[in-house]
C-alpha cells in the first residue's frame, strides 16, 4: 500500500525538477516472492518517469513471518547502505522498514547530509497490534523506532493523530509535521 504514494511523491519531486534518485528492493509484496522480470538487479539505476530508481537484491521470505520479516528488512537494509550514492543534497526515508531507515540515516549522517523519514506506519505499533512483538521486546521497538525517528531532521507523519504517538516515541514535536496521503481518485 506504501509504494503507490512513494511513486508518486518520487516522480513529483522529480516533476518539479528536482534530481530524484531512489533505492528500491524489486516488487515482491503481497505475494512474498519477487515479481517476474525482477530477478535480476543492474548494476545501472533505470529511469523511470523521470526518477532514477535502483533495485537492489533482498531476500524475501517464502513465507512472511516476523523472522523472515526481519531477514527482508535486514538483507533491504545492507543492500541500500552499500549502494552507490551520489552525493545527495537531501535523503528521505519512508518507514515502515525500520532496519533499513536506521541504516540509510546512519549513512546520511555519516555523509553530514539531512534526513527526513515520512512514516506511513508506526513499526512499534503494528508489531504490538500483530502479535509479532509482545512485552519487552515490544518496548525495546519502541524505543528502537523512537531514537530512529528522533535521529533524523524531520519527520512526517500521514495523520494528526500520529503525532502524539511519534511524540510519545521521544521525538521533538518540532521535528513533526502532517503531510496527509492523496487519492489518485477525480473528484466529479
Known amino acids: 500500500g506504501i509504494a503507490p504514494y512513494t511513486t508518486g511523491f518520487a ?8 534530481d530524484v534518485y531512489v533505492v528500491t528492493a ?5 505475494e512474498w516472492r519477487i515479481a517476474p522480470g525482477y530477478e ?21 521470505p517464502a513465507t512472511p513471518s516476523p523472522r523472515g520479516r526481519v531477514l527482508l528488512e535486514a538483507s533491504f537494509a545492507q543492500a541500500a ?28 549522517r555519516m555523509m553530514r547530509v539531512p534526513c527526513g523519514v515520512i512514516v506511513q506506519d508506526l513499526y512499534s505499533r503494528g508489531v504490538v497490534e500483530t502479535g509479532a512483538l509482545k512485552g519487552p521486546l515490544a518496548g525495546v521497538a519502541a524505543r ?8 533524523a531532521n524531520g519527520v512526517s507523519v500521514i495523520h494528526d493523530r500520529f503525532v502524539d504517538n511519534v511524540v510519545n516515541l521521544g521525538v521533538d514535536r518540532a521535528k513533526v509535521g ?6 489518485h481518485i477525480a473528484q466529479e
Not at 524489486?26 to 503481497?30: I, L, R
Open 11 to 18: 516522480e513529483g519531486m522529480a516533476a518539479a525538477g528536482h
Open 26 to 30: 524489486p516488487p515482491h509484496y503481497p
Open 40 to 60: 535480476k538487479t543492474s548494476a545501472a539505476p533505470t529511469l523511470i518517469n523521470g526518477v532514477r530508481v535502483r533495485r537492489v537484491k533482498v531476500r524475501v
Open 81 to 108: 547502505v552499500r549502494a552507490p550514492w551520489q552525493h545527495p543534497d537531501l535523503v528521505v526515508i519512508v518507514s515502515p522498514t525500520l532496519l533499513s531507515a536506521a541504516a540509510a540515516l546512519a549513512r546520511a
Open 144 to 151: 528502537f523506532e523512537g531514537a530512529v525517528l528522533g535521529a
Open 178 to 183: 502532517v503531510v496527509r496521503n492523496w487519492t
